[in-house]
């Protein structure tokens, strides 16, 4: 599991490169995320990592964040963003570095069979990792798209692919739908080169995706539409690929 620690570990450091610098008004810039600005976005990066912190290293602790969230589900996640952005940007950026290395060194020193509690089902310490490398993908790609760059795609999204994959029925299921009973054939271009595929030539298919996998990361991140890439898919997949989703929660209604 090292190397899923280490691409959260540095994508983390990707994305505090953008910020460290950046004046303090500028944290106040808008992102794509309806009524979050740049801080809003460091500062739920920094509190998922605590959460994922408690969530690692104290369950019964973990307990009380989730009677937290049933108590407001609607405005719990804005709330605390709101407060974090209240602390100021050098206040925010020193938390946020806190929390991510605390959970990186938590999560490298788990056993691989550890249990580790979430608002979904409980996942393993790799997975943890993973569902945050994807996490803080996204956000990052947030915050790239107020300030206007163009980040260069990694390796790393290799991992937020193939959460994109595996969480397909988990976003039939959100939104009401029945998935189909065979896969989805996934072929995708690296971004250093070569193909990253998920199904079997044996498999019988339902539908297949084609393309880069930084449009597919942005597709099931819901970063970007399908129709604003370049992806290519037939069958059911086509239908899927308008809704997927790979993060837990609500759809992002208003991006």
Request: with cysteine.
């Amino acid at each position: 599991m090292p190397s899923t620690v280490a691409a959260l570990t540095a994508e983390s450091a990707d994305l505090d490169a953008l910020v460290r610098d950046l004046p303090e008004p500028e944290w106040a810039r808008p992102t794509p995320a309806a009524g979050w600005s740049i801080a809003h976005q460091i500062a739920h990066l920094a509190w998922t990592d605590e959460v994922a912190l408690v969530a690692a290293t104290d369950p019964d602790g973990f307990a009380a964040q989730i009677e937290a969230a049933l108590a407001d589900p609607e405005h719990h996640v804005d709330r605390m963003a709101e407060e974090g952005v209240s602390a100021g940007p050098a206040a925010l950026l020193a938390r946020w570095r806190e929390a991510r290395s605390a959970l990186a060194a938590a999560l490298d020193g788990a056993p691989a069979d550890t249990r580790i509690p979430w608002f979904g089902p409980p996942m393993s310490p790799r997975s943890m990792a993973t569902a945050r490398l994807m996490e803080t993908w996204a956000h990052g790609q947030d915050v790239a798209d107020a300030l206007g760059v163009e980040r260069t795609p990694t390796d790393r999204l290799r991992d937020v692919a193939h959460l994109g994959v595996r969480t397909r029925d988990y976003a039939y299921g959100l939104h009401g739908r029945t998935p189909p009973t065979a896969p989805f054939a996934v072929e995708l271009d690296s971004p250093g080169g070569g193909t990253w595929t998920w199904h079997d030539d044996t498999d019988e298919v339902a539908g297949t995706v084609r393309g880069s996998a930084l449009d597919f990361c942005l597709v099931v991140t819901q970063r970007r539409p399908v129709q604003e890439t370049g992806l290519r898919a037939t069958g059911e997949a086509a239908a899927w690929l308008t809704f997927a989703q790979a993060f837990a929660g609500a759809p992002k209604g208003a991006r």
